[in-house]
């Protein structure tokens, strides 16, 4: 599955937005189904959203309430997550991460290859 290298966090205002960008070797994402999770201080890993090979995607509709939006671009080796009207309460580090296909999606233990994190921090 290769290196997956994640970017695009940083500090923002609570209603801002902000574009995770998650790229992988070449093919890696028409292959894999690829997540988003996040882990706030003190708190367990979190499942946020996700992409399969065939572009389904899989939401936390508890956590995102339709302000997340995950797509990817093959040709760029690239997984987003566009996040709008961010919160305080969304400040964690994200992680990207690839698993085999026909693994349960929302569960961290279905993936193997996670990137190192990009933190997000949400100001009130």
């Known amino acids: 599955q290769g290196q997956l290298v994640e970017s695009g966090g940083g500090l923002v205002q609570s209603g801002e937005s902000l574009r995770l960008s998650c790229t992988a070797p070449p093919r890696t994402f028409m292959w894999y189904t690829t997540a988003w999770f996040r882990q706030a201080p003190g708190m367990e890993r979190e499942f946020v959203a996700a992409?399969?090979?065939?572009?389904?995607?899989?939401y936390n509709e508890d956590t995102v309430k339709g302000r997340f939006t995950v797509s990817k671009n093959n040709a760029k080796n690239t997984v987003y997550l566009q996040m709008n009207n961010l919160r305080p309460e969304d400040t964690a580090v994200y992680y990207c991460?690839?698993?085999?296909?026909?693994?349960?999606?929302?569960?961290?233990?279905?993936?193997?290859?996670w990137g190192q994190g990009t933190q997000v921090t949400v100001s009130s």
């Open positions: 991460a690839a698993a085999e296909p026909g693994n349960p999606a929302r569960l961290s233990t279905s993936y193997k290859s």
């Open positions: 992409i399969s090979r065939v572009d389904t995607t899989t």
